[in-house]
């Protein structure tokens, strides 16, 4: 089969630091060397180190990326913060253009990239449908005939003639979604920006990308930080790391090994980089800690000692908003979530700031490496509102030296997970 998205030598630089864009010399210089056909003296494309170099300050996002899909592949892609993921879905849907480097798609292409992207604020939801469709080429008739089941599927019945400026970030998503989902494009486009919003729609969208859901001869490119979605969607997946492209296969083969490199990395006991995440009106995270009952951060700890997860996190609307903490094992996999079922209502909805700890008990994980993930959510008996979900964001390593007198100790290379201690009685009989 053909492939329906081409990419050679892709390349984009951006240049860090104050805005501006540089001396009048250096534009004359670029493109002078341009009209000649030779290569830019002020760009670091082309450079090995691809480091940021001399007081320009120049670092490239995407570094010389060659990549084909084919008709109806589902496209996983993967990585740390800042490797050049959405980067590269900007430049496939013409949001962002490369600084070097080709890019051909066939087809139409939608695209869900950021929480509201493609819309106009002060349209309706309905004159939002339509404008939508008509950028992609189709027809007033083509989108009336859609019309009701984008509305029907996103949920947003109520709202539909509201001016989506009024809409929360979960509205949002969710007509963004249905509309780039069923407006028939060739290829489908995906941030992360499905974590925002409730869980049952999430499910209803990731049900929707799958083959029994959408046409087989759409192609999907799908970014995120969730592991267990992209094997459950994707037929393919790409790593890519600092602006490069560093493998390629199927999803067990690509995520096995972004998860071992990603076990070498340094443990985590505290992170407060949550300015991308804080686009919502109701809550902002400000910093995680991992700490033991005398409030040090830890990153390492014995089986038989105290953790707590610390979540301090500002209020902005009278709303009652929850936190929970996710826990993943070292291949990535969700050991379990935890909420506080008995907390004080009255006080977790006052505005300003919140503080809040998460204690697991002593003897609880097994030996090995783990990961942490926050969520805060508006909390509903029919369909709850995630307005913040993290990566995995915070790293530790449990000890458990009882059991590795008794047992020996285990492999890095199996999965970790739960070993409580429970009650144990013995009697002769």
């Not at 050679?8 to 864009?21: M, V």
């Not at 056909?37 to 060659?66: C, E, F, M, V, Y």
């Not at 995630?386 to 790293?395: G, S």
Request: glycine content about 8%; some cysteine; proline content about 3%.
């Amino acid at each position: 089969m053909s492939p329906v998205i081409k990419i050679e030598n892709l390349y984009k630089e951006y240049r860090l630091g104050t805005i501006g864009y540089g001396t009048l010399r250096e534009d004359m210089v670029s493109w002078w060397a341009k009209i000649k056909g030779r290569p830019d003296p002020n760009s670091i494309i082309g450079q090995s180190n691809g480091k940021i170099i001399s007081s320009t300050d120049h670092i490239l996002a995407l570094n010389n990326i060659n990549l084909e899909v084919k008709q109806g592949e589902r496209l996983g892609i993967i990585g740390n913060n800042g490797a050049g993921k959405t980067t590269l879905l900007k430049i496939l849907a013409q949001i962002a253009s490369p600084t070097h480097g080709r890019v051909m798609a066939k087809g139409k292409i939608a695209s869900l990239i950021a929480v509201g992207t493609g819309f106009h604020s002060e349209l309706t939801g309905r004159e939002n449908v339509y404008l939508n469709g008509s950028i992609l080429g189709l027809t007033k008739k083509e989108i009336d005939n859609r019309f009701n089941e984008i509305v029907e599927f996103s949920g947003v019945e109520k709202f539909i003639d509201t001016p989506v400026k009024r809409y929360s970030s979960g509205m949002s998503v969710r007509l963004g979604f249905a509309v780039a989902a069923h407006l028939d494009p060739d290829i489908l486009v995906v941030d992360e920006v499905l974590a925002v919003g409730d869980a049952e729609f999430r499910k209803k969208a990731l049900e929707k990308m799958k083959p029994d859901g959408i046409s087989e001869s759409k192609t999907i490119l799908f970014v995120s930080h969730n592991m267990q979605a992209i094997k459950q969607l994707c037929d393919r997946c790409i790593l890519l790391d600092k602006g490069n492209l560093i493998i390629d296969g199927s999803p067990d083969e690509v995520i096995s090994y972004y998860l071992k490199g990603d076990s070498n990395n340094e443990l985590i006991s505290y992170n407060d980089n949550f300015t991308h995440l804080n686009n919502n009106d109701y809550v902002s995270i400000n910093s995680v800690r991992l700490i033991n009952k005398n409030n040090n951060e830890i990153k390492e700890v014995e089986n038989n000692q105290t953790i707590g997860v610390e979540i301090n996190y500002d209020i902005k609307k009278n709303k009652l908003i929850l936190p929970s903490v996710n826990v993943y094992n070292n291949f990535g996999e969700v050991l379990f979530s935890s909420i506080d079922r008995i907390l004080n209502k009255a006080e977790a909805r006052k505005l300003g700031q919140h503080k809040c700890i998460m204690w697991f008990p002593n003897y609880f994980f097994s030996e090995g490496l783990f990961s942490v993930a926050i969520t805060l959510f508006i909390p509903s008996p029919i369909t709850s509102e995630r307005l913040i979900e993290t990566e995995q964001i915070l790293r530790f390593k449990i000890i458990d030296r009882d059991l590795n007198k008794l047992t020996g100790f285990i492999s890095e290379d199996r999965p970790t997970s739960l070993r409580p201690q429970f009650n144990w009685t013995y009697e002769k009989t």
